[in-house]
């Protein structure tokens, strides 16, 4: 019982609330599941926030819009995606039973009830640090993608002040900040962690990389395992994107997509047997796989094939998958299984089926279109017209560093660029 002079509760509530809100504040970096106050109508200042909305999904059908604020998922406050995806889990143990999800338009809360699970849409996390994160993770991961023969000329600007070690080292700093002010969960400081180390990172990073991720798996829910490493493939962090996929199909085998994409992972990594493999299991049940997996599934084939000198099999898959897609890789691959097995025929025809469908492309790419030529001629023992080839290219500056790293993530690759240099200095 109250005391009789007491103020009356009602009063009270702005003042409870305010406290609530700053222990919050102060405390969400703990990454808990915690309740919301009911009543309450102030915007929140974390959540995840929907940057896609997928046709026919639940978002769509409840009127979900782009930019709108998720803060709440049954009992459960939404601070970043390890909370939204905990709270998923949690509501899977009755997957029949729809739960009350709390949005945010603006300053206006909506409430909308869905079954528990995919919700039909893409989210980021809604935070001031966090996106300032991402703004530095993007500038690392842009930098990284730059060969290191034009680290220094076209792009000397960027990499005189070390370049992605410095970018590497800007992104720590706001990392490090936050893990002492709190102004990130323990959660995302730990992503942002991993996501530093690089696939080329020193022997130690890699030792520390491993390190991060067994901490990461053994706290967070499987499905955020399975996203993020389809995140991180998609930066390019394909060795951290291997082991999370590797993780979540351990507890769920039956993922095709993720199997695939961790097959692609796998290209990315040179592991052309491992690559092979997902491939033969996805395509075990190849009328499952939706077009896209095909193609996935046809193209890491052709990979695989190739790095075992499998070459008619390789230009199989190969061909089946530009069918598909008509792309610059999988017509490439075609030309260099012919010329790796002196196929001048199967060489000439993809060479014009190339021309004729990526003439663009076809321009651009010359040097690395003659590399094969000569590579081609050469295997048929015709060195005097792969010099004529050699002689006509166009391309003089840091052809063999052009080379190396353009043919560095095909199989057999290195034998086109050691073929180039012979004939060059012979």
């Given at each position: 019982?109250?005391?009789?002079?007491?103020?009356p509760r009602?009063s009270?509530?702005?003042?409870?609330l305010?406290?609530?809100?700053a222990?919050?504040a102060?405390?969400?970096?703990q990454s808990?599941?915690?309740d919301l106050p009911?009543g309450n109508?102030?915007p929140?200042k974390?959540?995840?926030?929907i940057?896609?909305v997928?046709p026919?999904?639940?978002l769509e059908?409840?009127?979900i819009?782009?930019?709108?604020?998720?803060?709440?998922y049954g009992?459960?406050?939404v601070v970043?995606?390890?909370?939204?995806?905990?709270a998923r889990?949690?509501y899977?143990?009755?997957?029949?039973?729809?739960?009350k999800?709390r949005?945010?338009?603006?300053r206006?809360?909506?409430?909308?009830e869905?079954l528990?699970?995919t919700i039909?849409?893409?989210?980021?996390?809604?935070n001031?640090v966090?996106?300032?994160?991402d703004?530095?993770?993007?500038?690392?991961n842009?930098?990284?993608?730059?060969?290191?023969?034009s680290?220094?000329?076209e792009?000397k600007?960027?990499?005189?002040n070390?370049?992605?070690?410095?970018?590497?080292?800007?992104a720590?700093?706001i990392?490090d900040?936050a893990e002492?002010?709190?102004?990130?969960?323990p959660?995302?400081?730990?992503?942002?962690?991993?996501?530093?180390i690089?696939d080329?990172?020193?022997?130690?990073?890699l030792?520390?990389l491993?390190?991060?991720?067994v901490e990461?798996?053994?706290?967070q829910?499987?499905?955020?395992i399975?996203?993020l490493g389809?995140k991180?493939?998609?930066q390019g962090?394909y060795?951290?994107?291997r082991?999370?996929?590797?993780e979540?199909l351990?507890?769920?085998p039956d993922?095709?997509?993720a199997?695939l994409?961790?097959?692609n992972?796998?290209l990315?990594?040179?592991?052309w047997t491992?690559?092979e493999?997902v491939?033969?299991?996805a395509?075990t049940?190849a009328?499952?796989?939706?077009?896209?997996g095909?193609f996935?599934?046809y193209?890491q084939?052709?990979?695989?094939a190739?790095s075992?000198?499998?070459?008619n099999?390789?230009?199989?898959f190969a061909?089946?998958?530009?069918?598909?897609n008509?792309?610059?890789?999988?017509?490439e691959m075609?030309q260099?299984?012919?010329?790796l097995s002196g196929?001048?025929?199967?060489f000439i025809?993809?060479?014009?089926k190339?021309?004729?469908s990526?003439p663009?492309?076809?321009?651009t790419?010359?040097?690395?279109?003659?590399?094969l030529?000569?590579?081609?001629?050469?295997v048929n023992?015709?060195d005097a017209?792969a010099r004529?080839?050699?002689a006509?290219?166009?391309?003089?500056d840091?052809v063999e560093?052009?080379?190396k790293n353009y043919?560095r993530?095909?199989?057999q690759?290195?034998?086109v660029v050691?073929n180039w240099?012979?004939l060059?200095?012979?």
């Amino acid at each position: 019982m109250p005391n009789p002079g007491s103020a009356p509760r009602r009063s009270l509530l702005p003042f409870l609330l305010s406290v609530v809100l700053a222990a919050c504040a102060s405390s969400f970096a703990q990454s808990r599941l915690a309740d919301l106050p009911e009543g309450n109508r102030e915007p929140p200042k974390l959540g995840v926030r929907i940057i896609e909305v997928r046709p026919e999904g639940q978002l769509e059908k409840a009127g979900i819009q782009v930019m709108d604020l998720l803060s709440r998922y049954g009992k459960f406050t939404v601070v970043d995606h390890s909370t939204y995806y905990k709270a998923r889990e949690f509501y899977l143990k009755t997957p029949d039973q729809k739960v009350k999800v709390r949005f945010w338009r603006g300053r206006t809360p909506m409430t909308i009830e869905v079954l528990p699970g995919t919700i039909g849409g893409s989210t980021n996390e809604y935070n001031a640090v966090a996106y300032q994160l991402d703004s530095a993770m993007m500038r690392v991961n842009a930098l990284k993608e730059i060969p290191e023969f034009s680290r220094m000329v076209e792009f000397k600007s960027e990499f005189e002040n070390s370049g992605v070690e410095a970018a590497i080292a800007q992104a720590r700093e706001i990392i490090d900040r936050a893990e002492a002010d709190g102004s990130l969960t323990p959660t995302q400081i730990l992503v942002g962690r991993i996501g530093l180390i690089l696939d080329n990172a020193p022997e130690d990073e890699l030792h520390k990389l491993n390190a991060l991720l067994v901490e990461f798996v053994q706290n967070q829910p499987l499905e955020y395992i399975g996203w993020l490493g389809n995140k991180f493939s998609e930066q390019g962090h394909y060795r951290t994107a291997r082991q999370l996929l590797k993780e979540y199909l351990s507890k769920n085998p039956d993922s095709i997509l993720a199997r695939l994409n961790l097959g692609n992972a796998c290209l990315s990594l040179g592991l052309w047997t491992e690559a092979e493999a997902v491939a033969d299991l996805a395509l075990t049940n190849a009328d499952d796989l939706w077009p896209e997996g095909l193609f996935m599934a046809y193209q890491q084939k052709a990979f695989g094939a190739l790095s075992r000198s499998d070459y008619n099999t390789s230009i199989a898959f190969a061909e089946k998958a530009f069918a598909m897609n008509g792309g610059t890789i999988q017509i490439e691959m075609v030309q260099l299984a012919a010329a790796l097995s002196g196929n001048m025929d199967k060489f000439i025809e993809a060479t014009s089926k190339r021309k004729e469908s990526l003439p663009k492309e076809f321009e651009t790419l010359k040097l690395q279109i003659d590399s094969l030529e000569a590579l081609a001629l050469s295997v048929n023992g015709n060195d005097a017209l792969a010099r004529e080839v050699i002689a006509r290219s166009t391309e003089k500056d840091r052809v063999e560093a052009r080379l190396k790293n353009y043919w560095r993530t095909y199989p057999q690759g290195n034998k086109v660029v050691e073929n180039w240099m012979r004939l060059s200095t012979n």
